[in-house]
């Protein structure tokens, strides 16, 4: 998949998630949550601290905007 297809496609659900809202919208959300954790646990021993801390970051902004659409 081209990267930009794969970010278009990320944005997208990122925003449906958000618009749509309650438990479809979580669980769109807590998709988009769990494919970031399979990618930072399959690139950790290839990031510097400053680039873990920013992944680890976006993780956890995006499990609190997944709750906070319930």
């Known amino acids: ?3 930009i297809v794969a970010f278009l496609v990320v944005a997208a659900v990122f925003v449906i998630g958000v618009l ?3 438990m479809t919208g979580a ?3 807590g998709a988009l949550a769990a494919g970031v954790a ?3 646990s399959a690139t950790w021993g ?3 601290p ?3 801390t920013g992944r680890v970051l976006v993780l956890g902004v995006l499990v609190a905007i997944a709750i906070s659409v319930l």
């Open 38 to 40: 399979v990618l930072l």
């Open 1 to 3: 998949m081209a990267p």
């Open 20 to 22: 749509v809202r309650g």
């Open 50 to 52: 400053s680039q873990r």
């Open 46 to 48: 290839v990031l510097s």
């Open 27 to 29: 669980l769109l959300l």
